[in-house]
């Protein structure tokens, strides 16, 4: 069973537990564990089987028991003995953005309402206001609530699409005659999220992978089946499309359905206008004779190009960029030497000891990692004192591991709603990565949420802004801002923007990337970890870097630790020469 799938009946019970009642310690345990769960780069499955289910963070006994239960038989009865008390449209009003169990409760109980359409209505009509903790206010936010969710509606984010793409390759894999599977479209282009999953399989024997396809474990239903493609849905709600070719053709069937639409429709142009076709066939010249198609590169050669990667084609000028041979040569993972925002269990939210996070980081080749715990604002956050302490035992492991990979002593500082920072600038000058981050008052304006980060920015001792939109995909938009002023502000202080790579963030945005390597600000790729296996997702972030035409010059922890280090000691050098400190 799919990571995703366990997190999402973990979520389940926890959001019906929630609505019946159920003791709030126990609905919070079951949220944290579906979201550890949702992120881990591992199978859980696998884990399961290995009886190390319970090693995770947030996973305790009972809830290893039930996940358990769910990977070995498919199924968990505490949530099918939840499910009966609920009907299921209240599930869907509860994951409306800002609306709680106690509103989702007094409409249905008093109103009868049990579907978000109905609640709709009701909030058009006026209706809703007869619901307990409902007034005028609240029935505008719900509304647009529904707005927002039916905007994001039917799409998936990309680690999801990812972790249930992969088994299913796998399984093509494995019918006789198949030479190639891969996945296509916004998934191997890499797009933050997915609407459905597009996969190639190349092969002169159809019928049995088209059978393989349709009679997966995970189908709930067959869309659509002919001899050479199928489409289904599957248990996880997403559609996935199948294309069988021969291997002849498989390189331009991998280019057609990679797209995007608008890069695919620049690229035929441009073949028709030397006389060529393009189809997911193959390449054929004026008299309708295949000149290539086997492999991608047969494409773009034709059309007179180098080969373009699947993060460009967005038709976002990378056709043009081709032509001129200024193709960015796109920043890779292995190119990232270190990690800059990790948590340890200085953090209420994450239970991971620093040695444990440093042999995590040291198997997957990072040569360093900066520690940032929360700062006071964060639940049970460090003040300047045990900051002072958490440093020095840092440095102290630090000193014993050898660079096997160094240590950094770093802080994730909030910023406060005023653009203070949450510690003293004393306490903060002297570390090696201080990360500014907001976690709150995100519904501020626009103007108000730059100069709170002009403000942070400004004080002199910030490394990094960290999530800098504040969006979590699926559930929260990004706050209001202006990126520009931020940017122009980051580059005079010499402050490098983050992208992190926690799948539901992936904040800064593709698009913020190429705005701070056009406005000259650096960018960081870090993990944002709470949990020492959590450091492998630093891909996510990678991914969003290369949509965003970034290069290893554009990223700072692509540099060795001792230029690292001179890049982030400018920071405290100011800091201490500024009038007035
Ligand atoms: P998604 O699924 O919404 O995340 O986005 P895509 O890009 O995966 O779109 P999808 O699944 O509709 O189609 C996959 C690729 O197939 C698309 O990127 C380009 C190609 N394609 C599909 N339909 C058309 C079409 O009508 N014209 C052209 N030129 N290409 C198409
Ligand atoms: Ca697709
Ligand atoms: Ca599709
Ligand atoms: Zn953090």
Not at 179 to 200: F, H, N, Q, W
Not at 434 to 447: M, N
């Amino acid at each position: 069973m799919e990571n995703a799938e366990v997190a999402r009946v973990l979520g389940e019970i926890a959001d019906l537990l929630e609505l019946t009642g159920g003791n709030a310690f126990k609905v919070r345990a079951y949220r944290r564990a579906a979201q550890v769960i949702d992120v881990h780069p591992g199978s859980i499955s696998e884990l399961c089987r290995e009886g190390r289910v319970a090693e995770l963070p947030g996973v305790g006994a009972h809830i290893a028991a039930k996940i358990g239960e769910l990977v070995e038989t498919g199924e968990c009865r505490e949530h099918a003995r939840l499910s009966a008390l609920v009907p299921p449209g209240v599930l869907d009003m509860l994951r409306l953005e800002g609306i709680g169990p106690k509103t989702v409760e007094a409409v249905w109980k008093t109103l009868g309402i049990t579907d978000v359409a109905a609640l709709e209505a009701a909030c058009r009509s006026g209706r809703v206001l007869d619901a307990a903790h409902v007034g005028p206010t609240r029935a505008r936010a719900i509304l647009g609530a529904i707005e927002r969710q039916r905007g994001r509606a039917g799409r998936m984010l990309l680690h999801r699409a990812l972790g249930y793409a992969a088994p299913i390759l796998e399984r093509l894999r494995t019918v006789p005659g198949v030479r190639r599977a891969e996945v296509a479209g916004s998934l191997r282009r890499r797009k933050e999220t997915i609407g459905d999953l597009d996969l190639l399989v190349a092969s002169d024997d159809a019928a049995p992978v088209v059978r393989a396809f349709t009679g997966l474990s995970g189908v709930t239903a067959v869309l659509a089946e002919g001899p050479t493609k199928a489409s289904v849905r599957l248990r996880a709600g997403i559609q996935a499309d199948l294309r069988v070719l021969a291997p002849g053709s498989f390189g331009a069937a991998l280019h057609y359905f990679t797209g995007s639409k608008s890069h695919n429709i620049a690229i035929r142009t441009r073949a028709m206008k030397r006389g060529l076709k393009i189809s997911e066939y193959g390449v054929f010249d004026r008299q309708g004779r295949v000149i290539g198609g086997a492999a991608e590169e047969d494409v773009f050669r034709a059309v007179g190009l180098p080969f373009i990667p699947p993060e460009l084609r967005e038709g976002m000028g990378e056709i043009e960029a081709a032509e001129a041979g200024r193709l960015p040569r796109l920043v890779e993972e292995s190119e990232l030497l270190g990690d800059l925002h990790v948590h340890s269990r200085a953090s209420s939210d994450s239970r991971s000891e620093l040695a444990e996070i440093a042999a995590s980081a040291g198997t997957l080749g990072r040569r360093y990692v900066a520690i940032t715990d929360h700062s006071r604002a964060r639940p049970l956050g460090l003040d300047a004192p045990r900051l002072a302490e958490h440093a020095a035992a840092i440095r102290a492991l630090d000193a014993r591991l050898g660079g096997r990979p160094h240590l950094l002593a770093g802080v994730e500082v909030d910023v406060l709603p005023t653009g203070a920072l949450d510690l003293p600038e004393e306490a903060l000058a002297g570390l090696d990565c201080v990360v500014a981050s907001i976690h709150s008052h995100l519904a501020d304006p626009a103007a108000r949420n730059t100069e709170r980060i002009v403000r942070a920015l400004r004080s002199g001792v910030v490394h990094v802004l960290g999530h800098p939109t504040g969006r979590q995909l699926g559930t929260r938009d990004a706050y209001a801002l202006d990126l520009e002023r931020v940017l122009d502000v980051a580059r005079e202080e010499d402050v490098a923007l983050e992208v992190n790579a926690m799948p539901e963030r992936l904040d800064l945005t593709d698009a913020g990337c190429r705005a701070a390597k056009a406005a000259g600000v650096p960018v960081v790729i870090s993990t944002d970890a709470h949990d020492a296996t959590q450091l492998a997702n630093l891909r996510y972030g990678v991914w969003v870097a290369r949509r965003g035409w970034l290069e290893a010059k554009d990223v700072l922890n692509t540099l060795p630790l001792a230029e690292l280090r001179r890049r982030l000691r400018r920071r405290g050098a100011t800091a201490r020469t500024a009038p007035g400190r």
